[in-house]
């Protein structure tokens, strides 16, 4: 009896302990509850605690980029260098079995698409659109996450004009896909690099007593390349 009357004393004993030990945690709990609110970190039961979208990340003001092109079945290289910094962007475009074709591009709107063999073939082209701004994928459409040339990418459309794919780990773009069907997989991107001065000079039968064309910008485009639009009867415009 008295063995039994021993315990259930312990018993009352161990509740009241657990009962005092609880009234204390929940006195901690409020003290940190108050002081949160204090220092302005209460949440409100309200809010949402998703993530919003992810933004892709603006381009560098100077990058170099490898680019491998494929359109129905037509192959082509593009060796692009893009140089905010200084307001222009150069696509040097091999096409498979084809002429080296070299479209430069300035922020002012002026634009020669020229080959350096003996034919000395160039074209040029005035218009009020420059080259790419490193934010041009601002207000892009998030599509969410995608496997694609073994990465795993962020995509986003951009005014139903092109697709882009974009390394989630690392922020470089992986592929581009374009409206027409056209399809760019970035091989290299190398983020400052620049080319010299020199290599920007358009050769001087560009400048032989020709008058840059001048074109209606209400014509359809029909042939993209690179970051700007070249149209077969020369219109060159940003898909942005």
Request: a negative charge.
């Amino acid at each position: 009896m008295r063995s039994t009357l021993e315990r259930t004393d312990n018993h009352h004993r161990l509740f009241k302990a657990i009962s005092v030990s609880m009234r204390s945690v929940s006195f901690v709990l409020v003290v940190v509850a108050a002081i949160w609110i204090s220092n302005g970190y209460f949440i409100h039961p309200c809010s949402s605690l998703v993530e919003s979208d992810p933004k892709p990340a603006p381009w560098p003001p100077q990058f170099h980029s490898l680019l491998f092109v494929n359109y129905s079945g037509s192959l082509s290289l593009i060796d692009l260098w893009y140089d905010w910094t200084n307001g222009r962007n150069f696509n040097i475009i091999q096409n498979q079995l084809g002429k080296l074709l070299y479209d430069l591009e300035w922020n002012n709107g002026t634009s020669f698409f020229y080959t350096l063999d003996d034919n000395k073939e160039c074209r040029s082209a005035q218009l009020d659109v420059g080259i790419l701004r490193p934010n041009w994928l601002d207000g892009a459409t998030y599509l969410g996450q995608r496997s694609f040339d073994g990465f795993l990418c962020n995509v986003w459309q951009k005014v139903d004009f092109i697709w882009y794919y974009e390394d989630v780990f690392t922020k470089r773009p992986v592929h581009w896909v374009f409206y027409t069907g056209r399809s760019i997989h970035v091989m290299t991107f190398e983020v400052g690099a620049a080319l010299e001065d020199a290599k920007w000079q358009a050769p001087v039968y560009c400048f032989e007593n020709k008058k840059p064309n001048e074109h209606p910008a209400s014509e359809k485009s029909i042939v993209d390349i690179g970051f700007l639009e070249y149209e077969s009867n020369g219109i060159l415009r940003e898909f942005v």
